[in-house]
C-alpha cells in the first residue's frame, strides 16, 4: 500500500528561473524572437496558459556585463497541420561567439479540437527533446517549456540540420493546428562541467533524407555499428523510450495467457503483462536495462486531469544514462561494435510461471546517444575485457480469476514483482598510463498489482519501481518510483461514455550523486560571487516578476541532490451525442535540496527550492513557493496533496471520443496510432 504523500518531505553574472509555469519569458529573448513574423491576430478571449512544474533553470544575465556569448536564435517558427510524414526541416549556424550554455525555448499555440501528439526533436540524427503536446479547447491554449541543452554542447558547435517531427492530423472533426516557436540562448557561464567530444546517435539515421530517426518496436531492430574512436576515456549512454499505441498503458496490461478474460463485453485486453524493462545490449550481450517512465499524456485517463497543469513529464520525456566505460577495452580494438535497444515484457504459460518475452506490442518509440570523451589524438585506451553479470532476473506472477452467478468472468486480480541486478567490470589504461578498475552497477525491483472488476469496466493498478545505479565515475542514482491509477466507464447509450478516474505519481530521487550527463538544478545554486542574483519566476497566468536571491556565504558546494516531483489528482469525463464535458482536479508538490554527502546522509539535505500547486478546472487555486527555505509566494488558501484529488462542478469542453480504449489502454475501439516518423538502420565507421 503506498503510503500517503505530505509537504515536510517534500551564478555569477546569471538570472535564475524558476519555472513553474507556461509562459514566453522576456528575459530569454536578447532579440526579437517575433522579428519579422507576421503577427497573428489576438482572440477575444485569452488562450488558456497550460504548464509543467519543471526545475530551475539558469539564464543569463541583461546587464551588460556579460562575458562571452549572449546571443537568442529562432531555430524554428511552423505551423504543425496535417504534418504526418512532413517534419519541419531547419538549418541552425552556431553563434560567432564563445558560449558553453545553451537553454532552449518552446512555445505553442492551438485552437479547436486534437488529440495530444508525440513531439521528437533532432539535430541531425540525435534525439535531443521528446514533447508531447496538451489538448487544445474552442477557446485556445498556449504553453512554454524552457529546458537547458548543454549536454549537446559539441553539437551546437558545429553547423547541423534541424528536424522537427511532430506528427499532426487535421480533419473537419480535429481541427487544431500546433503553432509553434522554438529558439535557443546561448551564452557563457564559469565552472561548468566537460562537456562530450562526439555524441553517436543510435537511431535509424535518416537526417539525409530530411526524415526523421526514431525506431519504433517491435516492428523494426533498433540497432546501430560503430568502430568507436580508440582514444576514448570514458563513454555513457542514454535512452529514450515510450509506449504509443497498444503500449502507451502498458503498466495496465495483462499477462498473454489472460488478454481474453473479458472479450466478449470489451474486447482483448493487451497482453505482455504490466512490466516492461528497456535494455541496452552491446555486441548482444547486457549492458544495462530499467524500467521506462509511466508517462501519463495529457488525454490520457481522463482528460479533465491535465487542465491547465499536465502530467510531471508530459512535456519533456525522461532519458535514463547508463555508464559504458567498462567496456571500452572492448570498444577501442579498432573492430566494429553493435548497440542495441530492446524492450521486453513477460511471456507466461498460463500456469503460473513467466520469462522475460522477445516482443511487446506496437509500439515502442526509442532512441539513444554514446556521449564519447577522448584522450589526445593518436592515443589508444586498452585494458581487460569486460565481465558481465547479469544473471536471471527474478520474475513472479499470480493472478485470481472470479466468475458470477452466470459464469461469466467477473474480475481478474493479477500481481508482478520482478529484481534484476547488473555488474559491469573492467580494467583500464589511459593514453598517460594510468591503470584503474572501472564498474557500472544496477539494482532495481518492481512490483505491480491491477485489479479488474465488473467485467473490465473498473481497473485499479498500485505499481512501485525502486533501484540503485553506481558508477566508477561517481555517479549515483538512488530513486524510487510511486503510481496508483484507478478509472471506471460506462457506456449506456450507444453514443454516451462516461469515465471517472484518480491518478498518484510520486517520482523521487533519494539521492543523485557525481558527474551525470544531464544538466543539474544544483548549479543555479553554486556559491561564488557576484551576489545577489536575480531570480525570474514564470507564473500563471503569464506574469514574470523578478526576485533577487542572495546566496547565503555559508551555502555548501553540494555533493548530489535530493528531488521529488508528486501529483495527484481526479477527474470525471461525459460524451453525448451533443457534445463532451470533463471536470478535474490535480495538486502537485515539487521539493528540491542539495546533499553535502555522496550517501545523502547529512541529515536531510538543505532546502533549495519547493513549490506546491492546486489546479481545478482550467484555472490555478494554490500555488506557494520557497526558495533556500524562505516563502516568497504564497496565492489561494491551503495546502497539501490529496490522493484522490477531486472535481468542482464547472465544465470545460473536450474532445468527443468514440474509443475507450484511446483513452484507458483497454475496452470497446481501438488503440490510438502513432504518428512518429521512424525506419531504418546500419554501420557507421566513426574511428
Not at 497550460?50 to 546587464?63: A, E, L, M, R, Y
Not at 545553451?102 to 479547436?112: A, D, E, L, Q, R
Not at 493472478?399 to 534484476?420: I, K, M
Amino acid at each position: 500500500m503506498l503510503t500517503s504523500l505530505g509537504l515536510n518531505n517534500c551564478h555569477s553574472l546569471f538570472l535564475l528561473c524558476v519555472l513553474v509555469a507556461s509562459s514566453l519569458p522576456k528575459a530569454i529573448s536578447h532579440a526579437d524572437p517575433d522579428r519579422g513574423r507576421v503577427k497573428r491576430q489576438v482572440p477575444a478571449t485569452p488562450p488558456l496558459v497550460v504548464f509543467q512544474v519543471q526545475d530551475p533553470i539558469i539564464i543569463p544575465t541583461t546587464n551588460g556585463n556579460q562575458s562571452g556569448c549572449v546571443e537568442t536564435q529562432l531555430l524554428m517558427d511552423h505551423e504543425f497541420a496535417y504534418s504526418y510524414g512532413n517534419p519541419f526541416i531547419g538549418n541552425y549556424v552556431p553563434p560567432a561567439c564563445d558560449f558553453n550554455r545553451v537553454v532552449m525555448n518552446f512555445t505553442v499555440t492551438s485552437k479547436g479540437r486534437q488529440f495530444d501528439r508525440l513531439g521528437l526533436m533532432y539535430l541531425g540524427d540525435i534525439e535531443v527533446f521528446r514533447t508531447s503536446t496538451a489538448e487544445p479547447t474552442s477557446n485556445g491554449i498556449v504553453w512554454t517549456y524552457i529546458k537547458e541543452m548543454d549536454q549537446y554542447e559539441t553539437l551546437w558547435k558545429t553547423e547541423q540540420k534541424i528536424i522537427f517531427d511532430l506528427g499532426n492530423r487535421i480533419d473537419s472533426t480535429y481541427t487544431a493546428t500546433f503553432d509553434t516557436l522554438l529558439t535557443a540562448t546561448f551564452f557563457m557561464i564559469r565552472n561548468t562541467k566537460p562537456a562530450a567530444d562526439r555524441i553517436l546517435p543510435i537511431s535509424a539515421r535518416r537526417s539525409a533524407d530530411n526524415g526523421p530517426s526514431a525506431f519504433s518496436l517491435p516492428n523494426e531492430i533498433a540497432s546501430v555499428a560503430y568502430r568507436i574512436p580508440q582514444n576514448t576515456e570514458r563513454a555513457v549512454v542514454t535512452l529514450l523510450a515510450c509506449g504509443q499505441s497498444t503500449e502507451e498503458f502498458w503498466y495496465t496490461n495483462v499477462l498473454n495467457s489472460e488478454v481474453d478474460t473479458f472479450a466478449e463485453p470489451i474486447g482483448l485486453l493487451e497482453g505482455y503483462s504490466p512490466f516492461r524493462e528497456v535494455e541496452l545490449l552491446i555486441d548482444g550481450q547486457i549492458a544495462g536495462a530499467f524500467v521506462p517512465p509511466t508517462v501519463i499524456f495529457t488525454g490520457g485517463i481522463v482528460p479533465g486531469l491535465w487542465r491547465p497543469l499536465v502530467g510531471l513529464d508530459a512535456f519533456d520525456l525522461t532519458e535514463t544514462e547508463i555508464d559504458v566505460t567498462p567496456w571500452l577495452p572492448l570498444l577501442c580494438d579498432g573492430a566494429c561494435h553493435t548497440f542495441e535497444i530492446r524492450v521486453a515484457g513477460l511471456d507466461d504459460n498460463g500456469n503460473g510461471n513467466a520469462s522475460l518475452s522477445d516482443s511487446v506490442g506496437p509500439s515502442w518509440i526509442v532512441t539513444g546517444k554514446i556521449f564519447l570523451f577522448l584522450g589526445p589524438q593518436g592515443s589508444v585506451t586498452s585494458g581487460t575485457l569486460p565481465r558481465i553479470d547479469a544473471g536471471q532476473p527474478e520474475i513472479r506472477i499470480i493472478s485470481q480469476l472470479t466468475t458470477n452467478p452466470t459464469g461469466a468472468n467477473e474480475t481478474l486480480e493479477y500481481a508482478t514483482s520482478y529484481h534484476r541486478a547488473i555488474s559491469v567490470s573492467s580494467t583500464i589504461k589511459t593514453s598517460n598510463g594510468n591503470t584503474f578498475p572501472s564498474f557500472w552497477k544496477q539494482d532495481f525491483s518492481f512490483t505491480n498489482t491491477n485489479n479488474i472488476t465488473s467485467q473490465g469496466d473498473t481497473q485499479g493498478t498500485n505499481q512501485v519501481t525502486k533501484g540503485i545505479d553506481l558508477s566508477s565515475s561517481g555517479y549515483t542514482n538512488n530513486y524510487e518510483v510511486h503510481l496508483t491509477v484507478n478509472s471506471t466507464f460506462s457506456i449506456t447509450e450507444p453514443d454516451t461514455l462516461s469515465i471517472s478516474g484518480n491518478v498518484f505519481r510520486d517520482v523521487i530521487t533519494l539521492a543523485q550523486t557525481g558527474p551525470s550527463i544531464f544538466p543539474s538544478p544544483l548549479q543555479q545554486f553554486a556559491p561564488g560571487p557576484p551576489n545577489p542574483r536575480n531570480l525570474y519566476l514564470a507564473r500563471p497566468p503569464g506574469r514574470t516578476d523578478p526576485y533577487p536571491l542572495l546566496i547565503p556565504p555559508g551555502l555548501p558546494r553540494f555533493q548530489g541532490r535530493y528531488q521529488r516531483a508528486a501529483q495527484a489528482g481526479g477527474a470525471s469525463y461525459l460524451s453525448t451525442p451533443n457534445g463532451s464535458t470533463s471536470t478535474g482536479a490535480t495538486t502537485q508538490v515539487y521539493h528540491l535540496k542539495g546533499l553535502q554527502s555522496r550517501d545523502g546522509t547529512d541529515g536531510g539535505g538543505t532546502d533549495l527550492y519547493e513549490t506546491s500547486v492546486a489546479a481545478r478546472n482550467a484555472s490555478v487555486a494554490i500555488q506557494s513557493e520557497a526558495l533556500l527555505g524562505r516563502a516568497i509566494r504564497a496565492q489561494g488558501a491551503g495546502s497539501g496533496l490529496g490522493r484522490e484529488g477531486g472535481a468542482s462542478a464547472a465544465v470545460q469542453a473536450q474532445v468527443a471520443r468514440t474509443s475507450v480504449r484511446e483513452i484507458l489502454g483497454r475496452g470497446p475501439g481501438e488503440a490510438r496510432r502513432s504518428l512518429v516518423g521512424t525506419g531504418g538502420q546500419g554501420v557507421v565507421d566513426v574511428s
